[in-house]
């Protein structure tokens, strides 16, 4: 098996990190760009000349799934040791000495399990893979690594037949209003309330039989009843479905992923499992029905289905306007290895604290959890968290095509979410689009 060129130029500029000094690169790549393929490469060819491999994965699911990508690759698995990075921790001391420690999905290399071992084998180099080399609250990882090597673009892997083109449908304005967030991330039991009631923006049944009727789909989910409610609905509806998560028995899962491999399921709804580094063949099809403020969790998602037959367009049902948030999923993006300035921060963890009124634009204080809102200036009232999220008998899907990010003025702004990414290019709060979008009528 051989590496592709654009793989074997980044297994080359790993080695001149090295040389020049550096102990920690971090290789970038796109979903589908085949990371597996460049780790595997450099582990054989650390063992092939006598030397150990530590190879760290943050979940049980991965590692016998590395372990067969290693050894049709030709790695010596008896100097290759993959292991889930909390039980290596564990087991430290009972390690030979590697000569290279890789990181799978590195992004998550920040946690102290992983410094960790980092700390105990101090003198090894080191080098980690992902997609997304930023934390939740946007911080880049120059706390574990001292050197980005970023690969080809995604667009450059679409243009060039490494991926498939793709078709991104998704509601012209999602409301996520009642959904608070915690730690960074929409809190999961309200996304659930709201999803499991079937307040999910559009009918899954319908747009999967208008804009995907017959591929293989992966249908993320807020929680594990809500995937399983999901998958009972596309039965129900004569489409075959299935649903896993982290608990189901291995067993189990194993059977599902063949029969879905097979086509006998068309369907595979989840909770997260099918994302990161989990080997999904002939998905052509994401259905996102889980809103996220994670750029590494939205792109490894909706990319799913872009991995495989590049000849199809793949397709891309986004019921709850994630790109919006991010953009589309093979948008060009800056990497750095930089923490965000501390007012960045500051003003991030306060922007749940206060309000701005989409009427008249006064900013002010939220109150407590449960209480009405409504503006002090104006006397406008705040859609309140019981109100049920739109359904398609409001909300339709459209086609999005991609964002111009070069707009001069508001007026080349023809959606609401080309004035919400022309809002957070220039600066301006988001209630500025809504309020624009309103006057314009392209929303309610």
């Not at 909706?302 to 306007?321: E, L, N, Q, T």
């Amino acid at each position: 098996m051989k590496l592709r060129a654009y793989q074997n130029e980044l297994v080359e500029q790993v080695r001149q990190a090295w040389r020049a000094g550096y102990k920690a690169p971090c290789i970038v790549l796109p979903c589908g760009g085949g990371k597996s393929c460049i780790v595997a490469e450099m582990a054989r060819r650390t063992t092939f000349n006598g030397k150990r491999v530590l190879f760290l994965v943050h979940r049980r699911e991965l590692v016998e799934q590395i372990k067969k990508t290693f050894i049709r690759w030709g790695v010596d698995m008896k100097l290759c040791e993959v292991g889930m990075v909390q039980t290596i921790t564990r087991r430290l001391k009972k390690l030979a000495r590697p000569a290279l420690i890789i990181t799978d999905e590195n992004h998550h290399s920040l946690a102290q399990s992983y410094k960790r071992i980092y700390e105990y084998f101090s003198d090894v180099p080191r080098v980690g893979v992902t997609a997304t080399p930023v934390r939740l609250n946007g911080d880049g990882l120059g706390d574990v690594n001292d050197k980005l090597i970023v690969g080809v673009s995604a667009k450059w892997l679409i243009d060039n037949n490494c991926l498939a083109p793709y078709d991104y449908y998704a509601p012209d304005v999602a409301d996520l209003t009642g959904l608070h967030v915690s730690h960074g991330e929409y809190m999961a039991a309200e996304i659930e309330k709201a999803m499991v009631k079937n307040t999910v923006f559009g009918d899954v049944i319908k747009y999967y039989k208008q804009l995907a009727n017959g591929k293989k789909a992966v249908c993320y989910c807020a929680s594990v009843r809500h995937s399983q409610r999901t998958a009972d609905v596309f039965n129900e509806n004569g489409i075959k479905a299935a649903h896993i998560d982290g608990s189901t028995p291995k067993a189990e899962r194993d059977r599902i992923i063949s029969a879905f491999r097979r086509g006998d399921i068309t369907v595979l709804c989840n909770v997260d499992l099918i994302s990161e580094g989990f080997d999904v063949p002939d998905c052509e099809c994401a259905i996102l029905l889980r809103p996220t403020k994670s750029l590494t969790l939205y792109i490894q998602q909706a990319m799913r289905c872009m991995r495989y037959r590049p000849d199809k367009r793949a397709v891309i049902i986004d019921h709850v306007g994630n790109y919006a948030r991010f953009g589309m999923p093979d948008d060009d993006r800056q990497w750095s290895l930089e923490k965000k300035p501390k007012a960045q921060h500051k003003k991030q963890e306060q922007s749940d604290k206060v309000k701005q009124c989409p009427e008249c634009f006064y900013t002010f204080s939220a109150p407590p959890a449960g209480v009405k809102i409504c503006c002090p200036h104006c006397g406008y009232e705040f859609p309140t968290a019981e109100r049920k999220l739109e359904t398609d008998s409001s909300v339709g899907l459209v086609k999005v095509e991609g964002f111009k990010l070069d707009f001069s003025s508001p007026a080349d702004c023809h959606t609401y979410p080309e004035l919400l990414q022309y809002a957070k290019s220039h600066g301006y709060k988001s209630g500025w689009a809504y309020y624009q979008a309103r006057q314009r009528g392209l929303i309610g």
